[in-house]
């Protein structure tokens, strides 16, 4: 067990020993213990406390040495003339300070110090209701409690500093069963061997106002706080710089966890570089989560095994995971390139997911497994990891209302969002921008169902590969009212679908460039409608406006697939691989194939498709309107 607290009184003895001058509020100024009521004086505290009147006030003065336990109620407040400060220290195995369970304790202006104990080295407090105000519990050292212990009863902090404490839990303070407030606080640079390096709260009430979480470092868990099955809320405080093997700034277990105008900044973990959440609520009112670092997933927030994540008013920006474990236990797989290289689409569009299942650093922002996500109103933005730059849900869903997914950057797949499974709702006017990924720049979105509306999906990119926008497998899809533009990708830059179903209601897929295949939607084995929506101003080698391959494509209720571009072949609509495509009361117009006479301007029909047109002109396309000419009537 270390045992650092003893250290202030070794150096101490050190240096009157030698004969050095030793600091000022030590050396000049002996303890000095007086009864405020009766004007008597004491050698030791506990001679004072033993000889007081309940609702006595002791004065403090120097530093007194000594072991006291308090079993009345008291104020015991500290004397401070000039740097001198009121000490109450320990030089030998003991708490500092024991507040029994009938106690109702006020301590003020004092320096609390030197214990070491196996419960709450500068206090142990059993109970009681213990404040401290203007107060410093520092160098102390215990198993539970290295700065205070308090189980049941209550503590409050006020303008009080808890800080280079040691302990196995809760190196800082350790509340269990009780109720934990601090205003105009700082809990900082504690360090345990486990977990809780600021705040260990178990099946507790703590409640953080004005406080600085700093510097707090745990070996296992919650850096700056541990909560097991506790509540915590943080108003307008801080949590920076703390780290931990899961939670950096706060792990929760089986606990609601709320922060309303707070920060969490600068924290580090292997997963959930700030917050870490399991089998709870985690609730984000006006408050920001910032430059958090995870080496796994979750740089900013962690949460997995139920419960829920619900962010109003927040900002989570610049947090990174960085996934260091990636590729530990990989098969070898084939590349994209060399996928692309061998055959079929369906084989090149799935192989990239064979590899990253073998790879962490799912999240930048937010990571969530088997948990219901709400953002409302909020920014996710400058996000960075290896799948899911900005958010990775998996086996959950996802709600976003009125927020906004922003420049967040993946080294593999998913520069916004990576969803697998369950529900995935984008609403509100909220907008996914400029995000940007090897494969897949905007939504990467696997096995669930996809709904958006009144929402904008635009300049994402890919670097290599499918969907700048979305890239979509085995997903039923719905999207109204909304607008996919000015997205990037080698294939299907507005929209990539394998074996999806999409149906798009009043929209507009815009300005979206493909290097290859699919200006604005590329549909592989899968099932695309469009009603009164555009396809418009979109270009690709093949397929400027749509590619369908292998798929079934229909334009219905003034439809219209316009202004599009094909470098080779296809200007408005390239079909192949049996793909099906009927028109009714739709339109194909001036589209442009610049691959000289029999491109294919408007329609160009590969091999094996089927075209059928009802009330649906397809006119005014260069070089021609269809190729074969037979296939329009």
């Known amino acids: ?11 101490l003895l050190a240096l009157l020993a030698l004969g050095a001058a030793a600091p000022a509020a030590l050396a000049i100024t002996p303890c000095d213990i007086t009864n405020a009521r009766t004007h008597l004086h004491y050698e030791t505290l506990q001679e004072a406390v033993d000889e007081a009147k309940a609702t006595d006030t002791i004065q403090v003065k120097g530093v007194c040495p000594g072991k006291t336990t308090i079993a009345k109620s008291l104020t015991i407040a500290g004397i401070n003339t000039g740097v001198a400060k009121a000490v109450l220290q320990t030089a030998s195995e003991g708490s500092v300070l024991r507040i029994d369970e009938s106690a109702v304790v006020a301590i003020n202006g004092l320096v609390i110090t030197g214990g070491g104990n196996e419960y709450g080295g500068g206090i142990d407090n059993e109970g009681g209701t213990l404040t401290l105000a203007n107060s410093e519990v520092t160098n102390n050292g215990a198993e539970y409690g290295g700065g205070i212990y308090s189980v049941g009863g209550s503590l409050a902090l006020r303008s009080t500093v808890v800080n280079r404490n040691d302990g196995e839990e809760g190196a800082g303070i350790y509340v269990v069963l009780g109720r934990l407030t601090a205003f105009a606080s700082k809990i900082t640079a504690n360090g345990t061997a486990f977990t809780g390096g600021g705040i ?5 009430t703590v409640l953080l106002n004005s406080t600085e979480i700093s510097n707090d470092n745990a070996f296992d868990a919650g850096g700056g706080i541990y909560n097991d099955e506790g509540s915590v809320t943080l108003t307008a405080s801080t949590l920076r710089e703390d780290s931990a093997g899961g939670g950096g700034g706060i792990y929760s277990e089986q606990g ?4 309303t105008g707070s920060t969490v900044r600068h924290n580090e973990a292997e997963d959930g570089g700030g917050i870490l959440e399991r089998e709870g609520t985690l609730a984000l009112n006006s408050s920001l989560v910032t430059e958090n670092t995870a080496a796994d997933s979750g740089g900013g927030l962690y949460a997995e095994q139920g419960g829920t994540v619900a962010v109003n008013g927040s900002s989570i ?5 960085e996934g260091e474990h990636c590729g530990e236990g990989a098969a070898p797989q084939l590349s994209r390139h060399q996928a692309r290289a061998q055959g079929s689409a369906r084989v090149r569009s799935t192989v990239h997911r064979a590899n990253l299942r073998f790879c962490l650093g799912g999240g930048g922002g937010i990571y969530g497994n088997a948990v219901a996500i ?34 967040n950057r993946a080294s593999e797949a998913a520069g916004a969002i990576f969803a697998k499974g369950g529900k995935l709702t984008i609403s509100g006017a909220s907008l996914i921008s400029a995000n940007a990924a090897t494969y897949v720049g905007g939504i990467d979105f696997m096995d669930g169902t996809l709904s958006v509306s009144a929402s904008s999906v635009i300049a994402n990119a890919t670097k290599f590969e499918e969907g700048g926008g979305f890239y979509l497998s085995d997903v039923s899809a719905t999207l109204a009212s909304s ?14 679908a394998h074996e999806s179903s999409v149906a798009l209601d009043n929209s507009t897929v815009s300005g979206n460039r493909a290097e290859d295949e699919g200006g604005a939607i590329f549909g592989d084995e899968s099932s695309v409608v469009l009603n009164g929506s555009t396809v418009s101003a979109n270009s690709a080698e093949e397929g400027g406006g ?14 219209s697939v316009r202004g599009n571009l094909a470098r080779y072949r296809g200007g408005g609509i390239f079909i192949v691989d049996a793909g099906l495509v009927s028109l009714s009361n739709s339109s194909v117009t001036a589209n442009v194939s610049e691959g000289g006479s029999k491109s294919g301007g408007g329609i160009y029909e590969e091999s094996g498709g089927l075209l059928t047109l009802s009330f649906s002109p397809v006119g005014s396309n260069k070089p021609e309107n269809c190729q074969p000419a037979e296939i329009c009537p």
């Not at 260990?200 to 507790?204: H, P, T, V």
């Not at 609601?256 to 922060?259: E, G, I, Q, R, S």
């Open 546 to 559: 749509i590619y369908a391959g292998g798929f079934s494509l229909a334009l219905n209720a003034g439809s």
């Open 256 to 259: 609601p966890v709320k922060l």
């Open 1 to 11: 067990m270390n045992r650092r607290w003893l250290s202030p009184v070794i150096a």
């Open 483 to 496: 607008s996919v533009r000015a997205n990037r990708a080698r294939d299907g830059a507005g929209i990539y």
């Open 200 to 204: 260990y709260s178990r099946y507790a």
């Open 317 to 321: 920006t610049r947090n990174n995971a």
């Open 374 to 407: 709400m953002l409302k109103n909020s920014l996710v933005n400058e996000n960075g990891a290896v799948e899911g730059g900005g958010v990775f849900a998996e086996a959950g869903s996802l709600a976003l209302t009125g927020s906004e997914v922003a420049r």
